[in-house]
């Protein structure tokens, strides 16, 4: 008899806008799900037969791609970023919109021309998917990993630019910075381990609740 399904979701803003979904399919979260103080990452949902683990956005992928959980949500660019093979992303749940972009501050932006680019210094979460975007159009980009206040590393010379997830635009401003390109539009996915998918029932029954859930 196959064991609980595990079904992964990222901490933060996309949570609130995956809910909705989430109970259309099903996978209603249990009570303590929703105690601000709690510090439990693995929780029992309406359905005996799943529970849900809550991780950071990254680690989402790693536990579907490795099979700790069969199914998850994780926005796009979190996908482009890992590239995983095992990972599969059948349904755009069409929510968690915002845009992957370069950005530099407003007084380097006023004379820069990113066409000149050949080579970039670049903070940023995304290495993988920055060095990708750049090496498509001949430009070498040596990226410095943070795992967050990117905007601050151009005011303390750390890098001239970063490449990081823009909704508002507002923190950007905030700090001095500049949209000069946009690299891709993010949205969160369905993901679903493929060996899982091939193999367990439950995760294509699921995969098809969600479909209908967003065509609603």
């Not at 001239?160 to 997830?165: E, F, M, P």
Request: with cysteine; proline share 4%.
């Amino acid at each position: 008899m196959a064991g609980k399904l595990i079904f992964a979701i990222p901490k933060g803003r996309i949570l609130d806008e995956a809910l909705p979904l989430m109970r259309a399919a099903g996978i209603d979260p249990a009570p303590d799900f929703f105690h601000k103080n709690s510090r439990a990452l693995l929780f029992a949902t309406g359905d005996a037969d799943v529970q849900i683990i809550r991780v950071r956005a990254f680690d989402v992928a790693t536990f579907v791609a490795h099979g700790a959980a069969q199914m998850g949500i994780v926005g796009s660019d979190v996908i482009d970023e890992f590239d995983y093979s095992e990972l599969y992303a059948p349904v755009d749940l069409n929510i968690g919109h915002c845009r992957i972009s370069v950005a530099e501050p407003a007084e380097l932006a006023a004379t820069d021309d990113p066409r000149s680019w050949s080579h970039v210094r670049v903070a940023t979460k995304y290495p993988n998917l920055t060095r990708k975007h750049f090496a498509a159009r001949g430009v070498q980009a040596e990226c410095v990993k943070l795992n967050g206040a990117m905007e601050i590393a151009p005011l303390l010379g750390l890098s001239s630019r970063i490449v990081d997830l823009v909704s508002s635009g507002q923190t950007l401003k905030e700090n001095g910075l500049v949209e000069v390109e946009k690299i891709a539009e993010v949205s969160a996915r369905l993901v679903a381990n493929r060996a899982a998918f091939k193999t367990d029932a439950r995760v294509a029954a699921l995969v098809e609740k969600f479909r209908a859930a967003v065509n609603a």
